[in-house]
């Protein structure tokens, strides 16, 4: 089946430094969706992309999608305390019709 | 509108125990889906159904089963719980993917922590 890798797995910053998440896939996708969860709580979807090259923004959150469409990334510029949580990719595509494969998620800690 | 809501929100259980978990959703989503989540490995697709009487098997199926008797309704049963069960259980529902708009977002509910002991 479709596999969805994501890295890191674990990210430690200070307040104010930025922050990564990457999201590759073997397959081309027909569009990745993005989701967060914070400590203790369930995910909640942040943003869908759907064209190739794609670039969305929230705030201080940049989302891309690759020409490929096989890889995105989530870009935090400045992170604060509440951007604490696990982020994870969701792709969408091939056989896998209304289903989505989640990447296996990195975990944020943001140091005060 | 409640959303996505599950019970129970805790069990422990014995190994050998059956239990159900109840997810309901009132947003006339047509999928419904179960996932179980553990440290490291993300969310696993258990089970998931595209419509009202209709299930199918996801990644990780094995020893549970489901039924969709009802549009807003999606229940998991574990008949003979292990330990290896024991997981953060959550639902989600998203409208039909092909919806304008709506893709197949997905809506989660808050979850059900599972102990076997």
């Known amino acids: 089946g479709q596999q969805v890798m994501q890295i890191p797995q674990y990210q430690h910053v200070q307040e104010g430094e930025d922050f990564t998440t990457y999201c590759n896939s073997s397959t081309t996708l027909s569009n990745i969706q993005w989701y967060k969860q914070r400590p203790g709580g369930h995910p909640v979807f942040l943003i869908q992309?759907?064209?190739?090259?794609e670039v969305k923004k929230q705030k201080r959150l940049t989302f891309q999608f690759g020409e490929a469409k096989k890889n995105s990334s989530l870009h935090i510029t400045a992170t604060q305390t509440t951007d604490v949580g696990t982020y994870f990719c969701?792709?969408?595509?091939?056989?896998?019709?209304?289903?989505?494969?989640f990447g296996q998620g990195t975990i944020l800690t943001v140091h005060p | 509108n409640a959303g996505v809501t599950q019970t129970p929100k805790f069990r422990v259980l014995k190994t050998g125990q059956s239990m159900t978990l109840l997810c309901a959703q009132d947003?006339?989503?047509?999928?419904m889906y179960w996932y179980r989540q553990d440290p490291g490995m993300g969310l696993r697709l258990i089970h998931y159904?595209?419509?009202?009487?209709?299930?199918a098997k996801g990644e990780v199926p094995d020893g549970y089963n489901v039924s969709r008797l009802k549009k807003q309704n999606f229940l998991l049963g574990l008949e003979s719980a292990a330990p290896s069960q024991t997981s953060v259980y959550f639902c989600?529902?998203?409208?039909?993917?092909?919806?304008?708009?709506?893709?197949?977002?997905?809506?989660f509910g808050p979850g059900t922590r599972l102990t076997v002991l």
């Open positions: 947003m006339n989503h047509e999928y």
């Open positions: 992309l759907v064209k190739s090259g």
């Open positions: 989600a529902s998203s409208y039909h993917p092909s919806r304008r708009g709506a893709g197949d977002t997905q809506y």
């Open positions: 969701a792709a969408a595509g091939g056989t896998s019709y209304g289903k989505l494969t």
């Open positions: 159904s595209v419509g009202e009487g209709t299930t």
